[in-house]
């Protein structure tokens, strides 16, 4: 296993679009190891995308679930060739990224997402998604279509009051 | 290389921002943070300005300070760079317009621990039933119930709601 470099911005290597996997094998397999080790190594990062350490294929890792405030979360997820088909709501967040160093600005996500993603057994899944994981595989996802967070940036009077939810 | 913080006010007119940071851009100053708003009828700039050691700001923008009737201020050799505290709270405060809302309001939570990192408030509402609007990011210094708590006493008083900012790191 490796740690990999991490692409920082102005790379212009992060704006490139990724391809689709067409195979896990074990180049990609031993890949996924390294990509996850590149995430552990760094400061708490929640999730890492293959063209950040200038692999430009469709992988992404997720994991809120070691939050210090727990949130809702399918655990450990390795998302190869992921596709968002639904969204819903927005919420604004605040978010940082490895890419980014000494950043972090405010973004709206939608607040519920379907997707679709196969993992690293080649096994299909399709689930839903809400709120601070919503926001992780949007941020991920991104990152394969050659957006980074400052794409996105909303100003910081940009305010979304919580709906409130009235009682019957 | 030296560090400033340059405080800019004026009545508002189109080309402010162009014709000053256009000014120090000729001088070869650099702008770090700069934040820019309208305060009623009148403009108001903050920026943090890197310059030659022997560059005197004042003399630079003295044209404009002129033409343009800006009010300068400057605070010389500021530090270079200090790491962004990143605020885990924010506060939203509204409620009719009356005097000490703010004194109130950010007393009670400075006690509760609140370091405050942005602020903003605005006037809204009629001219005859004017309501006051606060919006705050900042860090809770001694923990978030502490500050959670104050905020419920406050909201015998007030419109107040207190969120947790949980930021991304992606």
Request: net charge negative; charged share 25%; with cysteine.
């Amino acid at each position: 296993m490796s740690i990999k470099e991490i692409l920082t911005y102005p790379n212009e290597a992060l704006k490139n679009i990724s391809t689709e996997v067409e195979a896990v094998d074990d180049e990609i397999l031993q890949f996924i190891r390294d990509l996850e080790e590149t995430r552990q190594s760094g400061p708490g990062a929640v999730g890492i995308a293959a063209p950040q350490v200038d692999v430009h294929k469709r992988i992404v890792i997720v994991d809120v679930s070691n939050m210090r405030k727990p949130v809702d979360n399918h655990g450990h997820m390795i998302m190869i060739n992921p596709e968002i088909i639904h969204w819903e709501g927005m919420a604004k967040g605040r978010e940082g990224c490895l890419s980014v160093p000494d950043f972090t600005g405010n973004v709206i996500r939608a607040e519920k997402i379907k997707l679709r993603y196969m993992d690293e057994h080649s096994q299909q899944h399709e689930i839903e998604s809400t709120g601070f994981e919503a926001r992780a595989i949007q941020h991920e996802l991104d990152h394969l279509d050659g957006l980074l967070f400052l794409d996105r940036l909303v100003s910081r009077r940009t305010d979304l009051f919580e709906r409130k939810v009235y009682k019957k | 290389m030296k560090w400033s913080v340059l405080t800019l006010v004026a009545a508002d007119e189109q080309g402010i921002v162009a014709a000053v940071s256009q000014k120090l851009y000729e001088n070869n100053c650099q702008l770090a943070e700069a934040s820019m708003m309208r305060l009623g009828a009148n403009f108001a700039i903050m920026l943090r300005v890197s310059h030659p050691d022997d560059c005197n700001l004042k003399e630079i923008l003295a044209p404009l300070t002129e033409k343009m009737h800006l009010h300068i201020h400057i605070d010389n050799d500021v530090a270079e760079k200090s790491s962004a505290p990143e605020p885990d709270v924010n506060i939203t405060v509204y409620g009719a317009d009356r005097a000490g809302i703010v004194a109130k309001t950010t007393g009670a939570l400075a006690e509760a621990g609140l370091n405050i990192i942005d602020l903003e408030t605005a006037v809204a509402g009629s001219d005859a039933e004017p309501i006051y609007i606060m919006s705050l990011e900042g860090n809770a210094t001694q923990g978030i119930e502490k500050l959670q708590k104050a905020v419920d006493e406050l909201a015998a008083d007030f419109d107040i709601r207190l969120s947790e900012i949980e930021t991304l790191r992606a």
